[in-house]
């Protein structure tokens, strides 16, 4: 059984034998190509990859940045991302980048506009994860379409997108100790999530 699970990322979904669960074949875009297992079970480790569809708002912004539609709720295709922050996690994004508990992440300085020239804005955020959110990324591609436009997403959302193939399981492993020695944020609340704003800032997104 094949289903498509998003054309613009390149993200494809497909029954295999011996395996209970889906796999994806991801194309090199905002992730390292290749097969991922798909696992219905929460990802709890900062660095593991992560496969969603966004909220209903965040999916029509993703739509919109993407000009590409799938079937989530608010039309987007399923995002492919890295798992950055978990509840309790002090995160702040600004025009610098993505900073969780002080550390500056790769690739994460958000940009200016779209690949056709529309402008686009990062979302504002200084605060720690309330419970229930978490934040996704993708520290390999800085062009990606992720939190740093949309916010944090619920972590209930999110299914484990285990790669199987050499590079992406490489690319995990180097983004995981990343994370190894990062202390927990002291907070453990946080207050209400921000509006976004229109400021925008230098580079170009796809």
């Known amino acids: 059984l094949l289903f498509l699970l998003g054309s613009a990322f390149g993200v494809f979904a497909f029954f295999s034998p011996g395996h209970s669960s889906p796999l994806l074949r991801l194309e090199d875009a905002s992730m390292p190509g ?38 989530c709720s608010g039309g987007s295709t399923a995002l ?33 506009h779209t690949s056709d020239g529309r402008p686009v804005s990062y979302y504002p955020f200084n605060q720690s994860l309330d419970e229930g959110w978490c934040l996704t990324m993708s520290l390999y591609n800085p062009r990606s379409v992720d939190s740093r436009y949309f916010g944090p997403v619920k972590c209930h959302q999110l299914w484990r997108a285990l790669p199987l193939s050499k590079r992406p399981r490489t690319f995990e492993q180097q983004i995981a100790s990343l994370f190894t020695a990062m202390p927990r944020a002291y907070a453990t609340g946080a207050e209400s999530l921000p509006a976004r704003t229109s400021t925008p800032v230098g580079g170009t997104v796809h």
């Open 80 to 112: 492919v991302k890295t798992l950055v922050a978990l509840p309790g996690d002090s995160v702040t994004i600004d025009s610098t980048g993505v900073y969780v508990n002080g550390l500056l992440l790769p690739n994460s300085r958000p940009l200016q």
């Open 34 to 71: 290749g097969i991922y297992l798909m696992l219905p079970i929460a990802p709890t480790k900062r660095g593991q990859t992560v496969l969603f569809c966004p909220g209903q708002y965040q999916s029509r912004l993703v739509a919109r940045l993407t000009g590409e539609s799938g079937y």
